[in-house]
């Protein structure tokens, strides 16, 4: 694998992935994860990961996206966008209690807003 390939298909997933072209992009960016592990590349797999789980979180691939956000919450625990997309990952799967921690984790790590009409009232 050349960093050129490398780069290309990096490139053409992310492009997949704004298109909201979502499994597409999964299928980039996991095959992108897979070789990474066998010649990583020089700032690791965060980024490719985030981007395979927001790619299976989108095309509706949920219990794929929470396996990729748990696991890498297992390296970078204050992770505040992957607490959050764990979150309503859960959610989206109506595990809603199990969200509920990931959520506040999210909201004081990264300030974000997770009061919303997904998210059932006390």
Do not use: C
């Not at 050349?2 to 704004?18: L, P, Q, S």
């Amino acid at each position: 694998m050349t960093d050129n390939t490398f780069a290309t298909d990096y490139e053409r997933a992310r492009e997949k992935f704004e298109l909201g072209e979502y499994k597409e992009a999964a299928v980039i960016f996991a095959e992108l994860v897979d070789r990474s592990a066998l010649e990583p590349p020089l700032h690791g797999t965060t980024e490719l990961r985030l981007y395979l789980a927001r790619s299976y979180y989108h095309s509706a691939q949920l219990a794929r996206a929470e396996e990729i956000l748990r696991a890498m919450l297992v390296d970078h625990r204050d992770d505040h966008y992957a607490l959050l997309l764990l979150g309503r990952t859960l959610q989206r799967q109506s595990r809603h209690e199990e969200a509920r921690p990931h959520l506040a984790m999210a909201k004081l790590l990264g300030g974000y807003d997770i009061d919303g009409p997904d998210l059932p009232e006390d």
